[in-house]
Every structure is written in structure tokens, then in C-alpha cells.
């Protein structure tokens, strides 16, 4: 069973999360079965973007989608995963070459430096014209080299996003995903340190990263091997056992991560209708119909003739848009 486990540090400005995909991550790739699956690298890479995208959307109080992406320049064109306030989680990558099986990720998406890492909110309630919120870092270092973690990019992003130290530790295969965070949690008017009270904060500031940096080196510690097979009660009693940790009631089963797909076939019109009818149109003149399917269900929508025109005879009711209809 998938789950979602929250614990802080009692007295310490740490907080930590740990999460385990099972069934939720096996039904992603069992999804992709009959497209041939992922190459076992890509398996690996989109099951550590969706571990993480899990545990990120966790750690933020928004009411909307995160989706984590990766735009790469080699043969992993891109990469999405995708989760909801409510944990529900779909995963999909775009693979258009030969990938080996032990395929580093610069090999697959940063082979000449373009790959992007980009994280997107999207808000539940989006007024028309109003633009998702997305940040993006780079697949390189400070100096330019290339990372090779994904863990990396991320806590990149965490910094200088949210100027948040966190750290992360990330492992994917094809029975589970799962991830460890541990964050330093921001100080009261941590922000805004000008006057009187600066330096008092600054060495409260000192004394708490010394407890961050411990737990973090401990979480660091993690093996992969051992993300991907113990248990979370096994897994944070072998790293924290000297700490005072306080667990939270775990999130599983419905309450927890689980596959879903928000794909519909509203949303599958509404794509068509901004095609336009002529594209549509010129489709069906060469194939009978219009055939459209989910990258991250696999689910197919047909529309044949009658289907498309109704498309558009509703559009066609609406007052039309400047530029117009001929
Ligand atoms: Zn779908």
C-alpha cells in the first residue's frame, strides 16, 4: 500500500517526510505496458519525480495540481508527474530513442545542457487568463556541471524558490518509488532581520542549523536499497533513534498517494475546440475519425464525425471570438 508518513524534530525547527509508492507506482507502469513500458533508467528517473512531487505537494498548503517536469535534450523529451492536493498522482515520460538500462540522467535529458527541471502549481480554481505559477532550475551546478541526482535539482530548486535548506533522498524501481525530506523549517521573521533583533536571531539561527545539519547528514546516510525495501517505521528508527521524533498519523489507502488519471472526455473536446475546426476536420477527411489517448492512463477517446461536429455546434453558439469565423 502506498503511504505518506510526516514527523518533525521535537523542539527543532526540522521537519521530515517520508514516502512509499507501491500499488499506485506499479499501476503507473502497468499503464505503459502495453506501449512497450519505460527503459529501466527512465522507470527509475520518473518514479524519483514522482516520489518527489508527492512529498512536494505534501509540504505546501495550495489548493491546485503540482506537476514536476522535465524538459530534456536527449532521448527523454519529457518527463511529468503530476499530483493533487488529495494525493492522487498519474506519471507519464516521452521517450523517442535508445536509453541503456544504466543510463545516467544527463544521458537521458541534459546531454547538452538544455535540460530543465520545472515545478508548476496550478491552481484548482483558475480564473481565464490567469497564469499557473511555475519556477525552473537548470540540470547544472554552480559551476555549471552537470547533475547527476535528481535529488540535486530539486534541492536546488527548494533554495532558491522557497530558500528553504532541504534534504532529499530519492530511489525508484519497478516494484516502488520512494523518497526521504528533511527540511529546515523558516523562523519567525527569519526574512526580515534588519534592526535590534538580528542579532539575537542570527545565533538562534546558527544554533538550529547545527540540528539541521545533523538530521541531514543523517537522512543522507539512507541507502538506496533500503528506501526501496524497508519499511518507514524500520527506515526512520535506524536513521533518528538518538532524536526526539514525533510521528503523525500516516496518509494511506484513500487518504494517502494513489494512482488516478484527471483525463475526461470534456477535457479531450475542449482540446479538439482549440485545434479548430478545420484541423479537426481534416483529420476525420483522412482517418474516419479522431482518435485521442491519455499518455498517463491509456485511455482512448473516439470521435467519430457526428462526435467532432458536435464539438463544435456547441462552440459555434458561443459569441465568437475577435478575429473570427468564416
Ligand atoms: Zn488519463
Given at each position: 500500500m502506498s503511504e505518506l508518513h510526516k514527523f518533525l524534530f521535537e523542539g527543532l525547527p526540522v521537519r521530515g517526510m517520508l514516502v512509499r509508492l507501491t500499488d499506485?507506482?506499479?499501476?503507473?507502469?502497468?499503464?505503459?505496458?502495453?506501449?512497450?513500458?519505460?527503459?529501466?533508467?527512465?522507470?527509475?528517473?520518473?518514479?524519483?519525480?514522482?516520489?518527489?512531487?508527492?512529498?512536494?505537494?505534501?509540504?505546501?498548503?495550495?489548493?491546485?495540481?503540482?506537476?514536476?517536469?522535465?524538459?530534456?535534450?536527449?532521448?527523454?523529451?519529457?518527463?511529468?508527474?503530476?499530483?493533487?492536493?488529495?494525493?492522487?498522482?498519474?506519471?507519464?515520460?516521452?521517450?523517442?530513442?535508445?536509453?541503456?538500462?544504466?543510463?545516467?540522467?544527463?544521458?537521458?535529458?541534459?546531454?547538452?545542457?538544455?535540460?530543465?527541471?520545472?515545478?508548476?502549481?496550478?491552481?484548482?480554481?483558475?480564473?481565464?487568463?490567469?497564469?499557473?505559477?511555475?519556477?525552473?532550475?537548470?540540470?547544472?551546478?554552480?559551476?555549471?556541471?552537470?547533475?547527476?541526482?535528481?535529488?540535486?535539482?530539486?534541492?536546488?530548486?527548494?533554495?532558491?524558490?522557497?530558500?528553504?535548506d532541504t534534504r532529499l533522498v530519492l530511489a525508484a524501481n519497478d516494484q516502488a518509488a520512494a523518497g526521504l525530506l528533511i527540511q529546515r523549517l523558516p523562523l519567525q521573521g527569519e526574512s526580515n532581520l534588519a534592526g535590534a533583533g538580528a542579532m539575537a536571531r542570527d545565533e538562534d539561527q546558527i544554533g538550529r542549523n547545527e540540528d539541521y545539519n545533523r538530521i541531514a547528514i543523517l537522512a543522507a546516510s539512507l541507502k538506496r536499497e533500503e528506501l526501496l525495501t524497508l519499511d518507514a517505521d524500520t527506515i526512520l528508527h535506524r536513521l533518528f533513534w538518538e532524536e526526539d521524533v514525533r510521528r503523525f498519523e500516516p496518509q494511506t489507502g484513500a487518504d494517502g498517494p494513489r494512482f488516478a488519471c484527471t483525463c475526461s472526455r470534456e477535457r479531450v473536446s475542449g482540446m479538439l475546440k482549440s485545434l479548430g475546426r478545420e484541423e479537426v476536420e481534416s483529420i476525420i477527411a483522412e482517418q474516419g475519425q479522431v482518435e485521442v489517448g491519455c499518455d498517463f492512463c491509456g485511455a482512448q477517446y473516439h470521435f467519430d464525425p457526428v462526435d467532432a461536429a458536435q464539438v463544435f455546434l456547441q462552440a459555434a453558439s458561443q459569441p465568437p471570438i475577435a478575429g473570427g469565423t468564416h
Open positions: 499506485s507506482w506499479q499501476e503507473i507502469l502497468r499503464r505503459r505496458q502495453q506501449a512497450g513500458g519505460y527503459p529501466a533508467a527512465v522507470t527509475e528517473l520518473l518514479g524519483e519525480m514522482t516520489a518527489a512531487a508527492t512529498l512536494m505537494q505534501a509540504n505546501i498548503k495550495f489548493n491546485g495540481a503540482l506537476i514536476l517536469q522535465v524538459q530534456g535534450d536527449g532521448p527523454v523529451k519529457l518527463a511529468v508527474a503530476e499530483v493533487q492536493p488529495d494525493l492522487a498522482l498519474r506519471a507519464t515520460a516521452t521517450v523517442t530513442g535508445e536509453v541503456a538500462a544504466d543510463a545516467p540522467l544527463s544521458h537521458m535529458v541534459n546531454v547538452n545542457n538544455q535540460g530543465r527541471c520545472a515545478i508548476t502549481l496550478d491552481p484548482k480554481d483558475r480564473l481565464p487568463g490567469q497564469q499557473p505559477y511555475q519556477g525552473v532550475v537548470p540540470l547544472f551546478g554552480d559551476r555549471r556541471e552537470k547533475l547527476e541526482k535528481l535529488s540535486e535539482v530539486i534541492e536546488h530548486y527548494m533554495l532558491q524558490s522557497e530558500q528553504l
